[in-house]
């Protein structure tokens, strides 16, 4: 007998489950999934992860570009055996979903990233690990435990710190290195803005950094420098006037203390977890960086670097031309630039552009990624594997590596009975001609 295939099998173990009473985890539909997770996450934190910049234009153009596609089935062909396989750099992906850098994932649940790896380890997702995550690189190799992952990069204002980055990105295992060139500056966030919360000024999301030999000699530095400058007679305690503690910077301190490595109750005292932010928010972007400085990351890594961000079909070309190994189409789900392209409406543009310079180039999609047709239609469309964002988190806040695993289970299988629906037995039969433009 022939096997069900992965989204026969999924189904019916739901429907199998609910003849005895049971329900799935999280919601399968979108909108279910993120207002059911609404309600279980503080509002800084659905604040932070569902927020975009601005208007959030771009966020709503995002979903809305997939509903401009339809998909027309093709009939009588022979899907029993369906393919939902994919390579990226040598190694097979037994499908072509990614999981796409998210920081800060301690607002979605206290085991961060470690949760999040479990999930995606049980789906056999490759993880991209993001430089604003909430534990460090090595240890979400380590609870990866050989499944596949990739290296996010910032690129910082201190070289040595890029460095050492991607040294240890290389030491524990990263299989590429995905370069995000749309971080300059922080997008303008009304939802973060309005509630006044940045969570990497609690101490939040800077895990990479703290655990970072290099970044620790740059806090260290800096207490130096500041207990110096205290110390000077014209800076003595006296002359400053002291500003009154409030409930909220108390609420911060702890929260530096709190996720400053070493104990919390040694932090309280200790003048590295509010250095460390300092320095952080002094290091983390180079709003200078240029294409001319791509070759200096190229000396620093053997691994296959990849540009996300990327939007334009020049920058694409020129992408390309430098020697890059992956193009990442991304938006960064609406966060960064408001009333941007839909990442979906740009990626046509690219794959020709990629494509037309001769590369074979894997082309990374995100931002606005739902359900399993959204994959469909991004790879028609020329993708050759998708980065799953907000659904993920909402799946980790509402139920952990569970739910994060039911998360991209479920997309896994959405996506293989479309397949099979359409008469698609392997990704290379999800090509353009699958689809035509709304009327
Ligand atoms: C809360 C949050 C944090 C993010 N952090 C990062 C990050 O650290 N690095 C990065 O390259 N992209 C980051 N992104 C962008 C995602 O990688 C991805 O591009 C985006 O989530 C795709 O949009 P979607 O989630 O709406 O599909 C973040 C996105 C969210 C929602």
Known sequence: MPSLGFGRTVQSAIYGAGAFGHRPLVPTDSTALEA?????????????VAGSAGSEATARANVAAFDRWQVVPRM????????????????????????????????????????????????????IISTQASVPMEEIASTLRGSS??????????????????????????????????TAYLGWR????????????????IAQYTSDPVFQRRVAERVARQSAERSSPSNSAETQPRPRPTA???????????????????????????AAVETFLEVFSRPSLTWDDLPRLRELTSLPIVLKGILHPDDARRAVDA????IYVSNHGGRQVDRSVAALDALPDVVAAVRDAGSSAPIIFDSGIRCGADV?????????????????????????????????????????LQMGLTGCASLADVTVDRLRRAP
């Not at 059911?36 to 932070?48: D, E, Q």
Request: with cysteine.
């Open 323 to 326: 020697g890059m190994d992956g």
């Open 190 to 205: 009304p939802r973060d803005l309005d509630l006044g919360h940045l969570p990497f000024a609690r101490g939040e999301g």
């Open 76 to 127: 009588l062909v022979d899907t029993t055996a369906r393919d939902t396989g994919v390579e990226l750099f040598g190694r097979r992906h037994e499908s072509p979903l990614l999981v796409a850098p998210v920081g800060v994932l301690s607002m979605a649940h206290d085991e961060a990233d470690l949760a999040l790896a479990r999930g995606a380890r049980q789906q056999h997702v490759t993880q």
């Open 376 to 416: 469909f239609t991004a790879l028609a469309l020329g993708a050759t594997a998708v980065g799953i964002g907000r659904p993920h988190v909402y799946g980790l806040a509402l139920a952990g590596s569970d739910g994060v695993a039911e998360v991209l289970r479920n997309l896994r299988a959405e996506l293989d």
């Open 149 to 182: 992952h990739w290296y996010q990069l910032y690129w910082s204002s201190d070289d040595d710190l890029v460095a050492s980055l991607v040294a240890r990105a290389e030491a524990c295992g990263s299989e590429a290195l995905v370069v995000t060139l749309d």
């Open 36 to 48: 059911a997770a609404r309600r279980t996450m503080s509002r800084n934190g659905f604040g932070y």
């Open 248 to 274: 909220a910077a108390i609420g911060t301190l702890l929260s530096m203390s709190r996720n400053h490595p070493g104990r919390t109750r040694d932090n309280l005292t200790a003048k590295e977890p509010r």
